[in-house]
């Protein structure tokens, strides 16, 4: 492929991150000079030892992108680099590193994931925006944990699993930038229980929007009080409206803007939710004046309440465009692999949590690059074949020159583009049938003992 003039133009900031091509190349991702301040701040004190915080941090982060995720196989891989590179030889045996990991602060971890985040949408172009301004995706997810006794204290199973068939499972709401799908912030909190909602750890990630943010969710955000926090705070909303108050809508009452468009007053609940407390609810608004509008066979809830500005139409088209956040998700759960976490202990969970947004970041920092180089949009480019290029590039030893191959590496990656998701349907099933096998309707040692008793599983009464 021929590199033109506006490719060549780039180089100078691609550059930066022509990076060595070793074990832990995807470190040296985090020491361009935008986040060498940031890394130095985090750092705890720490004695030079085999695995210091830097090298155990790109060890997580290569071994969170490896098909085979084990602390074996990271361990494995940089005793065999150590090797290759005439260093002092290091033991394959795992306690080391895991003990490394558990001394990584989570702050260090989660203070790099919102820094690259903001960064990468920072110096998104403004082309990028919608009407020039930043949308924010919010939606959650749940992934699982191992079902250790400390896993399933902080996040107990769902109440449908008997005891010990099930496995801990958690919330995960966070915070995406639209034009360059970077995760912006995110939050961990139990699937189950009080203050456990998407709502109740969104409000904890509100900081992360800014004056003239648009906030862009499903119906489930669509709620009297996080609407009057956020117009608090000058930031737009749209949602989809919530089914409880669908069912009610009534176009004719209110001010009408256009055919099946209208200004709404609310007024505020007179019961006072349990997470609020007396002042902050004497403080909301008594009334709130909202943009109710009917595109597509939905009902939009909006702040903006301006059809001049902001029309009908391109509400339709933002709402749409919501379905990113669901792209998203699938490549943190399904591509990276974050569905089912494997850490045993709360704590760590959280850590390989962050780690996960952080190599889902930094794939996402590439794809931005290779955007801008193409002069095309990031969300035109494709998140596994980034992954899968990056993968291939950092396996390879002894890479010549590599200011010049970085630059043709961000050529492959824009060279693939996604299709044209518009309207686009799939069935939510698989063709391909499971293997024969029982389910597992006891616990496993039970299961074990009933083996000894009875021989093949089959035969398990």
């Known amino acids: 492929m021929h590199i033109n003039r506006s490719v060549l133009s780039q180089q100078h900031r691609i550059q930066r991150y022509a990076a060595a091509s070793d074990a832990f190349s995807f470190f040296n991702q985090l020491t ?10 985090t750092l705890p004190e720490h004695r030079e030892r085999l695995f210091p915080p830097t090298e155990t941090l790109s060890m997580f982060l290569a071994q969170a992108l490896k098909p085979d995720r084990s602390c074996q196989n990271i361990v494995n891989d940089a005793a065999v680099k150590r090797l290759t590179h005439g260093l002092p030889q290091c033991s394959t045996k795992t306690g080391g590193y895991c003990k490394a990991r558990q ?4 702050d260090m971890v989660s203070t790099i994931v919102r820094h690259t985040g903001s960064l990468i949408a920072a110096r998104a172009p403004k082309t990028w925006r919608w009407y020039g301004r930043r949308v924010r995706l919010v939606d959650g997810m749940t992934v699982t944990l191992p079902d250790t006794q400390a896993n399933q204290g902080a996040y107990p199973q769902q109440n449908g699993q008997k005891p010990g068939l099930g496995f801990p499972i958690c919330r995960i709401v966070g915070v995406t930038c639209l034009s360059s799908g970077a995760v912006l912030d995110a939050s961990m909190g139990n699937f189950k229980g009080k203050g456990s909602g998407e709502q109740a750890l969104l409000r904890t990630l509100l900081d992360t929007f800014k ?6 969710g499903d119906a489930f955000y669509s709620a009297y009080f996080l609407l009057a926090e956020l117009q608090s705070r000058s930031v737009d ?3 989809e409206q919530h089914g409880s108050r669908k069912r009610s809508t009534d176009f004719r009452q209110g001010k009408t803007l256009g055919s099946r468009d209208h200004l709404i007053t609310l007024t505020k609940p007179k019961v006072r939710p349990h997470w609020m407390t007396a002042e902050q609810y004497v403080a909301a608004p008594d009334t709130l004046t909202i943009r109710e509008l009917e595109v597509g066979g939905r009902i939009l809830v909006t702040t903006r309440t301006c059809p001049n500005t902001i029309p009908k139409d391109a509400l339709k088209d933002l709402y749409q465009r919501r ?4 792209l998203d998700i699938r490549n943190i759960k399904t591509t990276l692999g974050m569905e089912t ?3 045993k202990t709360p704590q760590m969970g959280e850590k ?3 780690v996960y947004l952080l190599a889902y970041n930094l794939i996402r920092l590439i794809m931005a690059q290779s955007a801008l180089m193409a002069d095309v949009l990031p969300r035109t480019l494709s998140f596994k074949h980034t992954l899968q290029l990056w993968l291939a590039w950092s396996g390879t030893p002894n890479q010549p020159d590599n200011r010049s191959n970085i630059i043709r590496l961000l050529v492959l990656v824009a060279e693939q583009s996604i299709g044209n998701r518009r309207g686009r349907i799939e069935p939510r099933a698989v063709k391909r049938r499971p293997k024969p096998y029982p389910l597992l309707t006891r616990t496993r040692p039970l299961a074990r003992e009933q083996v000894k008793k009875y021989g093949h599983p089959k035969k398990l009464k």
């Open 211 to 216: 004056s003239g943010d648009v906030m862009l």
């Open 237 to 239: 909303a749209l949602f």
């Open 323 to 326: 379905w990113q956040v669901e």
């Open 352 to 354: 390989e949590m962050w």
């Open 103 to 106: 001394r990584l602060p989570l």
């Open 32 to 41: 361009s000079p935008e986040l060498l301040d940031t890394l130095e701040s």
């Open 341 to 343: 976490l494997s850490c």
